[in-house]
């Protein structure tokens, strides 16, 4: 079966790695793919929302599916597009993918379905924003309503912060439209933990838990990132607090989904923070694989992940059991400097040599010269992921390779999965 996988970052190479092992697997498409990924399928030079073009390639090659990586085009309804002229595709529909294009939709299904999550406020008056931002202590949480990826959050720890933000996203418009509605939540105290569900209807099938690292520096200092590693499993968080984040966050969600006409199918991915109480409250959720935790969590699946997808757009899912690796995986986002704000582009990367069986790098923001060297080509450049038995061994594997690895600005966090080993 030939596939097309659409966008061109390290979740989609990860994506690509794992079809490509699928002995149903044919030829691999990607658009518009990286340079990494390059090597192992061929690249189609189409951005993530030309819909049409898409449409016409996946015809013209008649793929037996599509696979939408990215948020924005899911949002956007590219699914449906697919789906009306009949090719199969694992994603949700817009009106799922709502769940994730607007904070407000999501913390409004959370509230009316008393699924626990932090307690909020929305706005789309600036001056009403301020004035009950004004009325509440730091520190805070300031959210653009729509997509801003991965970097419409901030956790204020003063009002002065608290209030710059909200200017920032109402008045200057830092992240477009997407300010145009403000989430004002409580803060939440405890450990940030993501779990990943393949979800058809009201079925759900979680993949193993992962924790990511948000700010830029170690510490957890800096600004917010699209994410700078990841581990997986959690060996640190009890089995019970990651089955309750399932039972009564993650299935309740799906099946409200499905109650409110929306049935997602895809990949639904819950944020979640456990309180000092040890009770899990959801932060987020996302509409699709997670990035950076989709490299440390597809190179830990048994299962073919070419067969999920087809069970969930067939709608048997409840059918098929996921197999997961006992190895650790931790990954490591090498990134160009000045990430997240601006960063150069174009210089020479060294050290990548062919992956072995416990690393694997998957390019986020690569490109190829003139005469087939590797070029920076994006804030986030690369992830180094580290296999090993514990999260210790993965963890230095991972940290081996990433420093093997040169370009010129590369900055990375030394702290990835400190936290599991304390």
């Not at 189409?46 to 049409?52: D, K, L, P, S």
């Not at 805070?140 to 003063?158: F, N, Q």
């Not at 509605?181 to 569900?197: H, W």
């Not at 819950?270 to 490299?295: C, H, S, V, W, Y």
Request: hydrophobic share 45%; net charge negative; with cysteine.
């Amino acid at each position: 079966m030939d596939i097309l996988v659409i966008g061109g970052g390290g979740r989609e190479h990860a994506i690509v790695w794992a079809l490509s092992k699928s002995p149903k697997a044919g030829k691999i498409y990607c658009a518009p793919g990286n340079a990494g990924i390059a090597q192992l399928a061929e690249c189609v030079p189409v951005a993530v929302g030309e819909f049409e073009k898409l449409k016409s390639f996946a015809l013209e090659k008649e793929v037996g599916l599509v696979v939408v990586g990215p948020d924005d085009p899911l949002a956007d309804g590219i699914v449906d597009v697919f789906e009306e002229a009949g090719i199969p595709v694992f994603g949700p529909r817009k009106n799922a993918a709502e769940i994730e294009g607007s904070k407000t939709f999501m913390k409004d299904l959370l509230r009316k379905y008393n699924i626990p999550t932090a307690a909020y406020e929305k706005f789309d008056d600036f001056d009403q924003a301020l004035a009950y931002l004004r009325s509440r202590q730091a520190p805070i949480v300031i959210k653009a309503d729509g997509l801003a990826a991965g970097k419409g959050v901030t956790v204020a720890r003063t009002l002065e912060e608290a209030e710059q933000a909200l200017r920032d996203i109402m008045e200057t418009k830092v992240f477009g439209e997407a300010g145009s509605r403000v989430v004002i939540e409580e803060f939440l105290e405890g450990q940030e933990m993501s779990i990943l569900a393949f979800v058809d209807g009201e079925t759900v099938k979680p993949m193993s838990a992962a924790q990511d690292h948000k700010p830029v520096f170690d510490g957890d200092l800096g600004p917010n990132t699209g994410g700078m590693g990841t581990y997986s499993p959690l060996p640190h968080i009890p089995a019970s607090v990651i089955e309750e984040a399932v039972e009564k966050i993650i299935k309740p969600t799906a099946k409200a989904m499905v109650a409110e006409g929306r049935p997602f199918r895809g990949v639904l991915f819950a944020g979640l923070m456990i309180t000092p109480d040890g009770k899990p409250k959801t932060i987020e959720f996302n509409a699709r694989f997670g990035d950076p935790e989709t490299q440390v969590v597809l190179p830990r699946l048994k299962t073919d992940l070419l067969e999920v997808f087809l069970a969930a757009v067939n709608g048997n899912l409840d059918e098929l059991e996921l197999e997961w690796s006992e190895e650790a995986a931790v990954c490591v986002i090498l990134a160009s400097g000045g990430y997240p704000a601006s960063y150069p582009k174009g210089l020479a990367i060294a050290g990548l040599e062919a992956d072995d069986d416990s690393s694997i790098v998957f390019h986020a923001g690569t490109s190829r010269g003139s005469g087939g060297e590797w070029l920076t080509n994006g804030g986030r450049v690369l992830g180094v992921v580290g296999l090993g038995a514990d999260i210790a061994a993965a963890r230095a594997k991972a940290y081996e390779r990433a420093e093997r690895i040169s370009f010129e600005g590369k900055h990375f966090r030394t702290d990835i999965a400190a936290k599991a080993l304390l």
